[in-house]
């Protein structure tokens, strides 16, 4: 009886699986402060140095014009499964910085977040 007990302890110590706590979310890009757009857009390459969370992650710009303080639409955050993407940054004004947030948050766990910002201008 005492083995039975025994085998039935040591089969449930190996059955419990403890979930991996997800990594958290890091990435590089490569827009710096004081970036010189030729245009009205400026790509940015984004890429995931963190491990990938099994369900991908989003990808959002924010930008906001300095002199007037507007937040300039850049459409909607969108998902990837990628560890490299590029960002289009786009209706920027002439003549005029722009503060770029660009966030990365994990499609796991929303809480899972990662932010940088640069400045650019169009000239």
Do not use: H
Not at 3 to 26: D, H, M, R
Not at 102 to 111: Q, R
């Amino acid at each position: 009886m005492k083995n039975l007990l025994y085998i039935i302890l040591i089969l449930g110590l190996f059955s419990c699986k403890k979930a991996v706590p997800e990594q958290k979310i890091a990435f590089t890009m490569d827009a710096v402060n004081n970036s010189i757009a030729s245009g009205t857009n400026f790509a940015v390459a984004i890429t995931l140095t963190s491990a990938m969370p099994s369900q991908g992650i989003k990808i959002e710009a924010t930008t906001v014009n300095q002199v007037s303080g507007t937040t300039l639409p850049q459409g909607a955050p969108y998902s990837s499964t990628s560890a490299k993407n590029t960002m289009l940054i786009s209706g920027l004004p002439q003549q005029q910085w722009c503060n770029v947030t660009i966030k990365v948050t994990s499609n796991n766990t929303s809480t899972n977040t990662d932010s940088q910002s640069f400045t650019v201008v169009y000239k």
